[in-house]
């Protein structure tokens, strides 16, 4: 974390990042205690602080009052307590949170500002949005101890290497951390970083971010010339940049990569680190709590959960015992008290493991399936593979045409389809024909002009057999070249 003595000079700059230091050193101290005490102590430590929530919040929240019917609510289990989801939230936005200046119209108006990335809203809180890929963008609030929380988290847990040091640590020691993602709007890591690079204005020449938007020769060529000891992304953005480095375009020799916003496959991971030369360090998080699980280097992700408790549950809503993949799982937030979350159903796939892992953590293991989409290759004007990440597309279509249910597919090398639902109370060629111009303006940024753009008629499907929907899906071989394919293997095995 930043040493207080570097901080700017103004008095109640300098006053809030003191405050904000000591906030979160005290928090890095309870993360350690934690850790240290066992399965038996954090059960009890997320017992006492769930009373404290739910005590806050039917204190507090006009909203959670009269979902849980709330009288002796202390006395009821957790899972007496009826879920919550992000549609019923956001139509209640303003009895949900428990500070009354807190207003939905208002704070809609901040965060369409891009400006204002990172900007304290009311002088304390920190506002991000999340995907709207159910149909329902989401707007969250978080007050000053979950934010320490979350910094102390990723200070405190993460692979006990060498080389996998945090982001902290790079920056004490001088180097230098860079994070591709998503730029353009409120999203939860953006603003993270850029509230820290807002109040410590030292991080900003030890710390970049680049857009996912970008060329990836121009990517190529910043990250050469910005030369980081530590870069984060998507996997699927870390996939192409390793592929880069294999061809000799990108001469990175970073400490670690940090993986997160999709899932990381382990052949991939396996990809990545060879073609850097360094450990890939993965994490689930979410918008509604930004360090959810934290990879001990062992082959496992550990739930936090002395802050925060996972349900996993089937699609009629019944317990999933461990060692079966849920349908969904409800999210209990345990620090963050301005906008409570009890029982929400975060739509992710989990799966507690039975064995425990080889790193001996007390914190139990678990397997995520989260957002899985492909990496779309098109054919230029000259021919030449032009890759690109999807969630690229993907934030084009949301951000861009402000459309949250769609499916972008892939049907040629010069050729895509699109499923969509049509804006809140648009017609329907009104939204295709934006999602069709910053597709296309997208698309000539990349040197790609020649791509043909349909609208599919039919409505985004969910994949039938994880249930989730995959907003990018690449091309696909035909049956017929499906069949030669595999009767060419088996004529190889033959032979």
């Excluded at 979950?146 to 290497?161: H, M």
């Amino acid at each position: 974390m930043p040493n207080p003595m570097s901080f700017s000079y103004d008095p109640s700059r300098a006053f809030n990042a003191f405050t904000d230091y000591w906030r979160w050193g005290m928090h890095v101290q309870r993360a350690w205690t934690a850790q240290l005490s066992g399965e038996e102590g954090i059960a009890r430590l997320r017992a006492r602080r769930l009373e404290e929530l739910l005590v806050h919040a039917h204190a507090e929240s006009a909203f959670y009052r009269r979902h849980h019917h709330a009288s002796s609510a202390t006395t009821r289990e957790l899972p007496e307590y009826a879920p919550v989801d992000k549609t019923t939230l956001m139509s209640h936005f303003d009895e949900w949170v428990t500070d009354p200046r807190l207003r939905y119209d208002r704070i809609e108006e901040f965060i369409s500002d891009p400006q204002r990335i990172g900007e304290p809203y009311l002088g304390r809180y920190a506002i991000w949005t999340s995907s709207g890929s159910t149909g329902q963008p989401g707007v969250f609030v978080q007050d000053e101890d979950a934010l320490a929380i979350y910094d102390a988290l990723l200070a405190t847990r993460f692979p006990i290497s060498g080389a996998a040091v945090s982001p902290f640590q790079t920056l004490a020691t001088g180097g230098r951390f860079a994070m591709i993602a998503a730029l353009g709007g409120h999203f939860a890591g953006v603003v993270s970083w850029e509230r820290l690079r807002r109040e410590y204005p030292w991080l900003r020449t030890a710390t970049k971010t680049f857009s996912v938007l970008a060329p990836i020769r121009e990517l190529v060529a910043s990250l050469n010339e910005f030369q980081p000891s530590v870069l984060a992304s998507y996997p699927t953005t870390l996939l192409l940049l390793a592929r880069e480095r294999q061809a000799g375009r990108l001469q990175l020799q970073p400490r670690a990569l940090w993986s997160g916003g999709e899932t990381l496959a382990e052949t991939e991971r396996a990809e990545i680190a060879q073609a850097f030369g360094c450990a890939v360090i993965d994490g689930y998080g979410a918008s509604e709590f930004l360090n959810i699980a934290y990879d001990c280097g062992h082959g496992s992700l550990h739930l936090n959960s002395d802050w925060v408790i996972l349900e996993p549950i089937d699609a009629q809503g019944r317990p999933v015992p461990p060692g079966e993949r849920s349908t969904s799982v409800l999210l209990t937030n345990l620090a963050n008290r301005v906008q409570p979350l009890i029982r929400y159903d975060l739509g992710d796939s989990v799966c507690f493991k039975r064995a425990s892992c080889a790193c001996g953590s007390p914190f139990p293991a678990i397997e995520v399936e989260g957002r899985r989409d492909d990496i779309v290759t098109f054919a230029n004007d000259a021919g030449e593979p032009v890759a690109m990440p999807p969630l690229a597309l993907a934030t084009i279509v949301e951000e861009g045409a402000g459309v949250h249910r769609f499916q972008i597919i892939q049907t040629g090398e010069r050729a895509l389809h699109v499923r969509f639902a049509p804006a809140h109370g648009e017609r329907r060629d009104q939204t295709w024909t934006r999602i069709e111009r910053c597709l296309r303006e997208y698309l000539a940024h990349q040197g790609l002009h020649r791509i043909r753009i349909r609208p599919d008629d039919s409505p985004p499907r969910a994949d039938p057999v994880s249930g989730k929907l995959r907003e990018v899906l690449g091309l696909r071989p035909s049956p017929a070249a499906a069949r030669r394919h595999k009767a060419g293997s088996r004529r190889e095995r033959r032979s």
